[in-house]
């Protein structure tokens, strides 16, 4: 089993940064790729950044620029640093890590980030 804990969300203002932390822990061996997800009430989940095991990125279109998401392998910790924050950035941000050898996904509980105008 693998644990996912977020943190680091909170109230900002329009043009701010903020960073996002994922601790991972549990049987994390077999992790191939890691990512951000966002979701507001309403709307569906969308991808915001993943990173896999050999440290490629990928970036939804409306972060690319802002965003950058980073991982510490000594913490099992990912990152995702959050520049020039936006109004429509707002969004519970849920932290994903994704095993291909076995199928299986994994969520955290999710971290609210508010941005206001």
């Known amino acids: 089993q693998v644990q996912l804990v977020e943190s680091g969300g909170g109230l900002v203002q329009a043009g701010a940064s903020l960073r996002l932390s994922c601790a991972a822990s549990?049987?994390?061996?077999?992790?191939?790729?890691m990512g951000w997800y966002r979701q507001v009430p309403g709307k569906q989940r969308e991808l915001v950044a993943t990173?896999?095991?050999?440290?490629?990125?990928n970036y939804a279109d409306s972060v690319k620029g802002r965003f950058t998401i980073s991982r510490d392998n000594a913490k099992n910790t990912v990152y995702l640093q959050m520049n020039s924050l936006k109004p429509e950035d707002t969004a519970v941000y849920y932290c994903?890590?994704?095993?291909?050898?076995?199928?299986?996904?994994?969520w955290g509980k999710g971290s609210l980030v508010t941005v206001s105008s």
């Open positions: 990173i896999i095991t050999s440290g490629s990125t």
């Open positions: 549990g049987t994390i061996f077999h992790i191939t790729a």
């Open positions: 994903n890590a994704n095993s291909a050898p076995y199928g299986m996904e994994y």
